[in-house]
Nanobody
Framework: QVQLVESGGGLVQPGGSLRLSCAAS????????MGWYRQGPGKQRELVAG???????NYAESVKGRFTISRDNAKNTVYLQMNSLKPEDTAVYYC??????????????WGRGTQVTVSS
């Protein structure tokens, strides 16, 4: 089994910063990509940022220049540094990872989510 455990959410004032972490554990053969999604109140889940095992990244337009995704392959951990936070960033943030537990058999796994609230 594979588990993704997120941490680092919380309440922050507009303009503030938070750093999310997500650690993958379990029977992992390889990880292709890791990323963060979010779902705000009354909204659909959307991709925030993703990063491949080679370090290629992509971001939603709404967070470019403010958020930075990074990963530590040795620790199977992905991070999301969020700066200049806005009230519209308020959402539950979910970690996602494409993982193979045996060679060439990849599945998408999800964390339980961590709440980020941006409010004064």
């Amino acid at each position: 089994q594979v588990q993704l455990v997120e941490s680092g959410g919380g309440l922050v004032q507009p303009g503030g910063s938070l750093r999310l972490s997500c650690a993958a554990s379990g029977s992992i053969f390889s990880i292709v990509a890791m990323g963060w999604y979010r779902q705000g109140p009354g909204k659909q889940r959307e991709l925030v940022a993703g990063i491949t095992s080679g370090g290629s990244t992509n971001y939603a337009e709404s967070v470019k220049g403010r958020f930075t995704i990074s990963r530590d392959n040795a620790k199977n951990t992905v991070y999301l540094q969020m700066n200049s936070l806005k009230p519209e960033d308020t959402a539950v943030y979910y970690c996602n990872s494409r993982i193979a537990t045996i060679p060439s058999h990849y599945y998408d796994y999800w964390g339980r989510g961590t709440q980020v609230t941006v409010s004064s």
